[in-house]
């Protein structure tokens, strides 16, 4: 078993910055990208932001310059600090994990729950 938990999302005014966390435990051999997703009430999920084991990152376009996505290899984790949030990042953000489970096991994506970002104007 696996499990992604996530911390650190809340109620911001616009100009005001939060930091995610998303920690992975469980039966883990390997951790390949980790990122984040987000979906506002009536949109689709779209990626934020994501990064490779090596620390290669991506971003989308509307969150360059204002969100920084990092991890902790050590201890399974990814973050994303956010930074000048607007009225429009309000969201649910779900991290993900490309994970091996085991040695020579296929890699899986897995999710966490999801947490409100909700920035008020």
């Known amino acids: 078993q696996v499990h992604l938990v996530e911390s650190g999302g809340g109620l911001v005014q616009a100009g005001g910055s939060l930091r995610l966390s998303c920690a992975a435990s469980g039966s883990i051999f390997s951790i390949n990208g980790m990122g984040w997703y987000r979906q506002a009430p009536g949109k689709q999920r779209e990626l934020v932001a994501d990064i490779t084991n090596g620390g290669i990152t991506n971003y989308a376009e509307i969150v360059k310059g204002r969100f920084t996505i990092s991890r902790d290899n050590a201890k399974n984790t990814v973050f994303l600090q956010m930074n000048s949030l607007k009225p429009e990042d309000t969201a649910v953000y779900y991290c993900?994990?490309?994970?091996?489970?085991?040695?020579?096991?296929?890699?899986?994506?897995?999710w966490g729950q999801g947490t409100q970002v909700t920035v008020s104007s």
């Open positions: 993900y994990a490309d994970i091996s489970p085991r040695r020579f096991a296929a890699v899986g994506r897995y």
